[in-house]
Antibody
């Protein structure tokens, strides 16, 4: 089955860290560009960052609000993409989705909730 | 950054109505414009990519048009399952940006 499954969300204090994982199955993960998109409760969609396939050098790119704090990485041997989140702020509270694609996002996971609160 | 502005922010319509949602980019994005549908508690789903290409499996009542800075999503005859939020997204350049969303509600 073609799917993405996120895990690793939870409650964390401001200033803390969390690592999200997204396990892929059913498609050629090593050729896929992988993105993270978040959605604060009741709000719209916000692109967080992406990692290109290794063919393109596994280059990463980030949205300004998370640059320097978040890191996207991938392990093609495990068909998994990660989002390492450091120095978390209350405004990072959101559902985090992983999604595939370069020019458009055609496969999404169900998301994992990250709550940053003291 | 490229700003994406959707209108309206919310819309009330009836089953069978024809509905149009617009999306304007702050600069030309060629045809790198995608539309997503999101139902409450669910992940977004791709409907239209590169402005006018219908994703496989998406009903033909959905269509997209436009290029440059102005784009539209049209639903030709609303069905009960179409009541949801809709987002446009530009993929012309990073940071990839989304419109603020349009909430389509039952009248």
């Amino acid at each position: 089955e073609v799917q993405l499954v996120e895990s690793g969300g939870g409650l964390v204090k401001p200033g803390g860290s969390l690592r999200l994982s997204c396990a892929a199955s059913g498609f050629s993960f090593s050729n896929a560009w992988m993105n993270w998109v978040r959605q604060a409760p009741g709000k719209g969609l916000e692109w967080v960052g992406r990692i290109e396939s290794k063919t393109y050098g596994a280059t990463t790119d980030y949205a300004a609000p998370v640059k320097g704090r978040f890191t996207v990485s991938r392990d093609d041997s495990k068909n998994t993409v990660y989002l390492q989140m450091n120095s978390l702020k209350t405004e990072d509270t959101a559902f985090y989705y992983c999604t595939t694609g370069n020019r458009y996002f055609d496969l999404w996971g169900r998301g994992t909730l990250v709550t940053v609160s003291s | 950054d490229i700003q994406m502005t959707q209108s309206p922010s919310s819309l009330s319509a009836s089953v069978g109505d024809r509905v149009t949602i617009t999306c304007r980019a702050s600069q030309s994005i060629d045809n790198y414009l995608n539309w997503y549908q999101q139902k409450p508690g669910k992940a977004p789903k791709l409907l239209i990519y590169t402005a006018s290409s219908l994703r496989s499996g998406v009903p033909s009542r959905f269509s997209g048009s436009g290029s440059g800075t102005d784009f539209t999503l049209t639903i030709s005859s609303l069905q009960p399952e179409d009541f949801a939020a809709y987002y446009c997204q530009q993929s012309y350049s990073t940071p990839i940006t989304f419109g603020q969303g349009t909430r389509l509600e039952i009248k």
